[in-house]
């Protein structure tokens, strides 16, 4: 039995940090075919929005398909919130952050003087030496310093 809760309750805050258009009409598809939940505020960043939903398990699951879908990174920490009154169970709250570098599977980066085409994103990216073949597993951190 869920009990009604008010219009500003959340349990989670999804981050979406350097979203394109097709991450956020994902987002929409994604928040639309799943039920349970509701959004109970927008607030919009230079880079980004913040998502309150009402649910932490929604949250998570919406971050893993963006990420799924378009690479990028989450980062997930927990908030203790409060207790229960009726378990006595600590309450937290999450916050998911998913970002995005601008890159996606076929794209072709220097990286140390090298090209590389992108196989595959997720938390790392897959590479391929364009020339010699040779497959290079790196993380974000590294195309930030990257020269295209």
Known sequence: MQ???HSKYYEGILQLRNPTKEILAFLDTQIYRRQGFFVSKVERFKNGFDFYVSSKKAVIQ???????????????????YSRDRNTSRDVYRVTVMYRYYGVKKGDVVNIRGEDFKIIRTGRKLHDMNKVTGKKLIMGY????????
């Open 3 to 5: 009990l009604s809760k």
């Open 62 to 80: 919406i971050a893993k398909a963006i990420e799924k879908k378009f690479g990028g990174e989450i980062k997930t920490s927990a908030e203790h």
């Open 141 to 148: 951190a590294e195309l930030q310093n990257k020269t295209v």
